[in-house]
């Protein structure tokens, strides 16, 4: 399977906090902040990145993700984040390896489904060990995406 990685996602109380303290300790630049709020889920979430390395920085308001601070603590990195220039590939290796993809909600996912309301294309490996999970998403939107969350970024 042809997979780069992309980023981790970490759990933080204080999104605005977090932020100020990885540009002041890595002289990251930060993205702007955006809010996801969907299906049960609600985060406020940022993007840092500094040299060739990134990582989002998300702050959950409701949903799993808040049950899951509440429960671990801020600083879980609860998904690693691959991509793939080409996702149908992706997804059609996983099924021949016996695993099935899922959506977002742990639901198994259509090949023809693989969509996202960020805009990319993007599936989900079975949770096998507790809360961590690992999203594959596909390369062009992916970094298309990023590279908008920075517009007007300094």
């Given at each position: 399977?042809?997979?780069?990685?992309?980023?981790?996602?970490?759990?933080?109380?204080d999104?605005?906090?977090?932020?100020?303290?990885?540009?002041?300790?890595?002289k990251?630049?930060?993205?702007?902040?955006?809010?996801?709020?969907r299906?049960?889920?609600?985060?406020?979430?940022?993007?840092?990145?500094?040299?060739?390395?990134?990582?989002?920085?998300?702050?959950?308001?409701?949903?799993?993700?808040?049950?899951?601070?509440?429960?671990?603590?801020?600083?879980?990195?609860?998904?690693?984040?691959?991509?793939?220039?080409?996702?149908?590939?992706?997804?059609?290796e996983?099924?021949?390896?016996?695993?099935?993809?899922?959506?977002?909600?742990?639901?198994?996912?259509?090949?023809?489904?693989?969509?996202?309301?960020?805009?990319?294309?993007?599936?989900?490996?079975?949770?096998?060990?507790?809360?961590?999970?690992?999203?594959?998403?596909?390369s062009?939107?992916?970094?298309?995406?990023?590279?908008?969350?920075?517009?007007?970024?300094?």
């Open positions: 399977m042809d997979l780069r990685f992309s980023h981790v996602d970490v759990l933080v109380e999104l605005d906090a977090a932020c100020a303290y990885y540009a002041a300790v890595f990251a630049s930060v993205s702007n902040t955006i809010v996801w709020n299906g049960g889920l609600h985060v406020r979430y940022a993007i840092v990145r500094f040299g060739g390395e990134r990582f989002i920085l998300v702050q959950p308001i409701a949903g799993n993700l808040k049950e899951l601070m509440d429960q671990q603590g801020p600083g879980v990195i609860y998904r690693h984040c691959y991509s793939t220039p080409d996702i149908d590939a992706a997804y059609d996983l099924i021949a390896a016996g695993v099935q993809p899922e959506d977002e909600h742990g639901q198994p996912i259509k090949r023809d489904d693989l969509s996202s309301p960020a805009g990319s294309r993007i599936l989900w490996l079975p949770k096998r060990f507790g809360h961590f999970s690992i999203e594959i998403l596909e062009e939107a992916l970094e298309a995406f990023i590279d908008s969350a920075f517009d007007g970024v300094e």
